[in-house]
Nanobody, 117 residues
């Protein structure tokens, strides 16, 4: 069973930065793609950033130029660097991965990010 464990969330002032990490129990190169999603209270979960096995990235329009998704294959860890955060980005941030061979989708338990205005 694949486990994804997020960390790095917390409380930050508006305009500040955080780096989220997602440690995988599986070799991340075996995933088709990985991504970061977020869910604010009362809202649907939305894609923040995605990273394919081949290295292509995609971002929500609202975070382009401020957030960067990356990975460290040696550490089997996915990252999300978030800069210039706004209060509207307060949410639980989730790590997601799609298995290459089965297409199964896995989720982490989430990490809370609170941006104080």
């Amino acid at each position: 069973q694949v486990q994804l464990v997020e960390s790095g969330g917390g409380l930050v002032q508006a305009g500040g930065s955080l780096r989220l990490s997602c440690a995988s129990s599986e070799i991340i190169f075996r995933f088709n793609a990985m991504g970061w999603y977020r869910q604010a209270p009362g809202k649907q979960r939305e894609l923040v950033a995605g990273l394919t096995r081949g290295g292509s990235t995609n971002y929500a329009d609202s975070v382009k130029g401020r957030f960067t998704i990356s990975r460290d294959n040696g550490k089997n860890t996915l990252y999300l660097q978030m800069n210039n955060l706004t209060a509207e980005e307060t949410a639980v941030y989730y790590c997601n991965a799609e298995a290459r061979q089965t297409g199964a989708v896995y989720w982490g338990q989430g990490t809370q990010v609170t941006v104080d205005s």
